[in-house]
């Protein structure tokens, strides 16, 4: 077993297990007008809602094992509005003081804002850039993708300060010259838009931290959501391979079980093989978080692995099924489409390849 956890991390994960099937799972076929609030209220009595969020505010400040038992198990009952379990968390206000923990902070953690993270960039525009005058940071530039910018007060932007560097600034989504150029929904149907900045003036004391640290404070933001995709994927995954165990114990129009043929069998193992692989690596990388090791080439290398690997298990498993694993709203079909995403999302499979090379050929960083 890669989970080998204590009494404390069983009890969540069996929480966690009832918690999907008495206030998600119900809403599945015919969901509540109000869903999402009873979701919330609930998670917010059984305790889940708060491990995201500071214990300053209230919230629990959950470790990132506890965090990954709570979401891969969530993720293994392939419920509707798994999103709303969890409250609000910092990402990159996490340590802002004044003004910023008042202004933006308070307000994102009671839910009363909502914010978004502005890093990528179309190919072609210049880069995002401020110049500090007087008290306040002029910022030009474009952010593409955008999520959730739709529908946000605020986008934590990283921008290139003139003489300072790249630095994580606060930008109020009403202030005069920030523009919603377009709005799209991804392939999981996700929401997202792309902004341009003309001559913004954004308070100088909403740089996050100090001017030109932004990159650091971007990267561990980045690599918590990286550890939240790999456990949302395991959790996937053993839901996919649930649904396949008993697929492969049910007999075809000869009447034999399908999981018999050996051809179907040598996928289904090799499918448990990478589950079982994946599930090991977030298990270890958690751990190593939670001890105060330095975890950016192993977050990155979880989430490759577990990325890719739900997308390999989610395609063979409707090939395993046949044609109606392909209908719209076939489960498959949706988590085909849901898990897609994540092998671009904070950063490309291909290009996080390039820095677990870098990480240990320049730097020397990065365990095996
Ligand atoms: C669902 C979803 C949500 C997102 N949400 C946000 C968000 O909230 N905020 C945000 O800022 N961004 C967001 N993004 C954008 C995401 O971070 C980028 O899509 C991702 O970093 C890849 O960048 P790109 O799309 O510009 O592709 P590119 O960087 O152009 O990469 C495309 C491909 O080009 C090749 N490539 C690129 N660079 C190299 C290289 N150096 N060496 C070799 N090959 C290379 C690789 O094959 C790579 O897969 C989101 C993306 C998705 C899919």
């Known amino acids: 077993m890669p989970e080998l956890l204590t009494p404390e991390l069983i009890k969540l994960r069996e929480d966690c297990a009832n918690f999907a099937t008495q206030h998600l799972l119900i809403h599945s076929n015919h969901p509540a007008e109000n869903a999402r609030e009873q979701v919330r209220a609930a998670a917010k009595a059984a305790g889940l809602f708060a491990m995201t969020q500071p214990k ?7 470790g990132q094992l506890a965090l990954c038992v709570a979401r891969e198990t969530l993720a293994a009952a392939n419920p509707p509005f798994m999103d709303s379990v969890f409250g609000p968390s910092p990402g990159v206000l996490g340590s802002v003081q004044e003004p910023l923990a008042t202004s933006h902070l308070a307000p994102l953690i009671a839910g009363e804002k909502r914010s978004s993270f502005g890093f990528t960039e179309p190919d ?27 529908d946000a007060d605020f986008i934590n932007a990283l921008v290139r300060i003139e003489g300072r560097g790249p630095s994580m600034i606060v930008i109020d989504t009403h202030l005069r010259g920030v523009k919603i150029e377009n709005k799209f929904v991804s392939l999981d149907g996700s929401h997202h838009a792309a902004f341009s900045f003309t001559d913004v003036s954004v308070p100088a004391n909403q740089i996050i931290g100090e001017p030109g640290e932004g990159l650091p404070k971007a990267m561990r933001q980045i690599g918590d959501v990286r550890l939240l995709f790999a456990a949302q994927a395991c959790g996937y995954m053993i839901w996919v391979l649930n649904l396949l165990n008993e697929h492969l114990k049910s007999p075809d129009k000869s009447g034999e079980a399908r999981g018999n043929k050996d051809v179907v069998r040598w996928h289904y193992s090799e499918l448990r093989i990478q589950a079982f692989a994946a599930r090991s690596m977030l298990y270890r990388t958690a751990r190593l978080a939670d001890s105060g090791e ?13 990325t890719e690997a739900v997308g390999v298990i989610v395609d063979r498993a409707i090939q395993l099924v046949g044609g109606t694993a392909l209908v719209e709203d076939h489960p498959l079909a949706i988590l085909y489409r849901r898990v897609r995403g994540w092998r671009l999302a904070e950063g490309a499979t291909d290009v996080l390849k390039l820095n677990i090379g870098r990480g240990i050929l320049e730097l020397d960083k990065g365990r095996i």
């Not at 995002?128 to 008290?135: F, K, L, S």
């Open 56 to 62: 300053a505010f209230g919230g629990s400040a959950a």
């Open 124 to 150: 072609d525009a210049t880069p995002t850039a401020g110049v500090i005058d007087g008290d306040n940071v002029i910022i030009n530039g474009q952010k593409s993708y955008v999520t959730g910018g739709a």
């Open 294 to 306: 330095n975890i950016v080439n192993e977050a990155i290398a979880t989430k490759v692995f577990a």
